[in-house]
């Protein structure tokens, strides 16, 4: 939504949303090929979630012929990764800034990264000199994960498909896809029926609820 919204008309939104979906999957397999086989061998626990990058990569590293500069090399991966999505997380919120507040966008930009960077201290500190603290019996980094991955993600999934299928126009969607009318047909249902209806069944899975 956030890149999608600054994107040239003469880029084809099909085209650069399959190439997205294509790339994100093929990356998630390889990652997954890369790192979970450092995990069975070093008899690790698997599904650790968040600490699986934090807490028993590490360990992994550590026990490989390497690991030093494989997992350097790994956690500074991870930091660009990092910059780069908090680029379009940031955006919204500055945005939102420079066009109803009249802030510059540098100043934005600061304030609303620095609030994140304030947030990841807590999580950084969730690790160590804040792991007893607890709320609901979670850290403050899995609370924060949980928000994100469990409510915030798929609500604003919801919401989008929701906002697309049923308030904006079907007119606008179909000149921006640029598609073939039947074609266009099977998508606006899905997006109108389909995908609100996974996204909520995912959402009481994620909240326990099925």
């Not at 990058?53 to 690991?67: D, E, K, S, V």
């Not at 379009?88 to 609030?115: D, H, Q």
């Not at 979670?138 to 049923?166: E, H, K, Q, R, S």
Request: charged fraction near 10%; include cysteine.
């Amino acid at each position: 939504m956030v890149y999608g919204s600054y994107m040239p008309s003469n880029v084809s939104i099909t085209r650069a949303a399959l190439m997205v979906v294509a790339a994100d999957t093929v990356v998630a397999l390889f990652a997954g090929m890369a790192i979970f086989p450092l995990v069975f061998a070093n008899g690790l626990e698997p599904g650790s979630g968040p600490g699986l990058i934090f807490q028993t990569l590490p360990i992994a590293f550590g026990q490989m012929p390497g690991g030093l500069v494989v997992g350097g090399l790994f956690f500074v991966l991870l930091v660009f990764a990092a910059w780069s999505s908090s680029i379009s997380l940031i955006e919204p919120a500055a945005a939102y800034l420079v066009e109803n507040k009249g802030m510059s966008r540098p100043v934005a930009a600061f304030t609303v990264g620095a609030i994140c960077w304030v947030l990841g201290i807590g999580t950084a500190l969730s690790f160590n000199l804040w792991s007893d603290y607890k709320l609901f019996d979670m850290t403050f980094f899995d609370l924060l994960d949980y928000l994100t991955a469990n409510i915030l993600l798929p609500l604003g999934g919801l919401f989008i498909a929701i906002f697309v299928g049923w308030i904006s126009k079907r007119h606008i969607s179909e000149s921006e896809l640029s598609i073939s009318s039947g074609l266009f047909t099977v998508w606006w249902f899905v997006v109108r029926f389909i995908a609100p209806l996974g996204i909520f069944v995912i959402f009481l899975n994620a909240i326990g609820v099925v």
